[in-house]
T-cell receptor
């Protein structure tokens, strides 16, 4: 049973701070990792993907992957109230598996 | 270009009725996924199509659920004899395996309420 674990939160940070969202996964051979943002009442929106160990930066977002420790994180710099949403981590296994497993998401609240 | 579209956006039905949910993927995306999402949970995989065929239907909860994609584009999720426990948001996603692999793009979802 492949599992993807996220703290449901809510994680509350002040405007301008760095928000750090974490995700751990159980399938050691997972190869592809994704972060989605989901506003209340809306569908998930892809914001980052990462495939190799290390950091990947895109604007205010940085995804970090550590396969040895089986965790992936998302950092949001200069957090804005508009970043308030649920962030979903998704993990895809190796080889012929085309089905990602989603975590339950972490609720982020950025307060002015 | 146009994103993934789903219809209807909301569906209220009585227990025991039959419903159909439609998904129109991004043009050119060969892979299509159906998920179900309950409040406070992540999307739960139901079925995956590659082209016209169901490549993996292991997530369908029981034989009341069925999905088709006859021409490799639009897909319909069909639920027979609906139960109150089927109430959820049904999400469709499509992806292209030709460019950046496996990044999924979701439609707006259909909120199904079974009364």
């Amino acid at each position: 049973q492949k599992e993807v674990e996220q703290n449901s939160g809510p994680l509350s940070v002040p405007e301008g701070a760095i928000a750090s969202l974490n995700c751990t996964y159980s399938d050691r051979v997972s190869q592809s990792f994704f972060w989605y943002r989901q506003y209340s009442g809306k569908s998930p929106e892809l914001i980052m993907s990462i495939y190799s160990n290390g950091d990947k930066e895109d604007g205010r977002f940085t995804a970090q992957l550590n396969k040895a420790s089986q965790y992936v994180s998302l950092l949001i710099r200069d957090s804005q109230p508009s970043d308030s949403a649920t962030y979903l981590c998704a993990v895809k296994g190796a080889g012929g598996s085309y089905i990602p497993t989603f975590g339950r998401g972490t609720s982020l609240i950025v307060h002015p | 270009g146009a994103g993934v579209s789903q219809t209807p956006s909301n569906k209220v039905t009585e227990k025991g009725k039959y419903v159909e949910l439609r998904c129109d993927p991004i043009s050119g995306h060969t892979a299509l996924y159906w998920y179900r999402q309950s409040l406070g949970q992540g999307p739960e995989f139901l079925i995956y199509f590659q082209g016209t065929g169901a490549a993996d239907d292991s997530g369908l909860p029981n034989d009341r659920f069925f999905a088709v994609r006859p021409e490799g584009s639009v897909s319909t999720l069909k639920i027979q004899r609906t139960e109150r426990g089927d109430s959820a948001v049904y999400l469709c996603a499509s992806t292209s395996r030709d460019r950046v692999p496996y990044e999924q793009y979701f439609g707006p979802g259909t909120r199904l309420t079974v009364t």
